[in-house]
Each structure stands twice: as C-alpha cells, then as structure tokens.
C-alpha cells in the first residue's frame, strides 16, 4: 500500500475541532489520520485510550450555492453531496461539512465582525444517514437551509424533495462531541435526531 499524507481543508478544521473537544480528560482521546491514499471508509479515528474503542469518521465537504427559488422552496442555501450510500458501512459518524457566507450584515460595518465565512457541521450518525439517504441509483443529496432561519436543516434529493429535516443546533460538531466521546468510551450510540416525513421516523 503507498503511503501518502495527505488532508483536505475540512478533514483539517474537523480534526482539529475534535481534538480540541475531547481534549478533556488529559490524554485519553487521540484523533488519528489515516497515511494511505487508498484508505478507504473513514477519514478521521477517534480513540480512546481508557477503553480501547474507537469511532470512525467520514468527512463530506461542500461550498455553498444559492437557491434563487428560495420563496417556494423554503431555503436560500443548498450544500451538495454525492450519494455515498454504497460506502455506508464504513463510518459510525459523518460530518457533512460546508462552508457559507456569513448571513449577518454587521459584518460590513462593524470592525468586530471580520469574518465572511463560516463551516457548518452536522454530525450525523450511521444509523441517522441511512434513515434519509436516497437509493443508490440517485447520484447527489441537498442540505438546505434558509438565511432567516439557519437552525432548520432540510435533506433533499436531487430534485429537491424533502427526504429529513433536523434542528442543526442539536447536531452540531461542538453539541455532538459529547455524545461521541460517549460512543468511543461507552460504546453508546447518540439518540436519533433527523425528523423523517409524515412523521415516519426510524424505529
């Protein structure tokens, strides 16, 4: 196997997040990256050094691209992903990381606010992406959101129809870390949080 390092932007500012998080308890959780090119399944290793487990992350990136729609479809901001449904076995957590304008318009007139730019992390479960993933003969899924309403998460397929919504709040890199830290050392998996439609939400 050839050996090559090499990390992607977001796999960079994930790991580093992570590894600011579970900084606590001193020296008990490594975040690991894999040295191959042709490492495949996860990008990201989180483990513990207490109880020996670890949980595997896969992260998918996307910038952000505008939806002029915006008014009959109820979202302003669209992340595009490819369908990684055959590859779904190889992760327990998925970050779906995506970087977007700063909605807030202070930031032209005010020195305190200098940055344009902010990620958005959605931590998702094994259990939670395969709830709302489409088939795999759909090639492409959308996370939407809305300018006035960021916390409102929506999954679309590739005609954008509505597959899941969640609180974005709930599942964000900095409110999951808990529940990770919980799965590596406990091996307990965080309650499900993706709303499914006519409330068909997975048993």
Known sequence: MESAFRLSY?????????????RRPKDVFSVTLPLSRQNKG?????HSSISGR???VQVKASRCYLEPKRAKRGFSHLFFFNNFRPRLLGADFFVLFG???TLD????TSARYSKHWEHKTPVLTQREVDAFLPPDTQKFFYIGFDEDRPDEMLCLNGRKQELARFS??????TRRAAALNDFVTNGVEPPFQIHLPRDTAAA
């Open 168 to 173: 974005y709040d709930e599942i964000r890199l």
């Open 99 to 101: 970087v977007s304008p």
């Open 54 to 56: 670890a949980a595997r």
């Open 10 to 22: 977001s796999e960079h500012e994930v790991a580093g997040r992570l590894q600011d998080l579970l």
């Open 42 to 46: 996860w990008d990201l290793l989180v």
């Open 105 to 108: 318009s202070r930031i032209h």
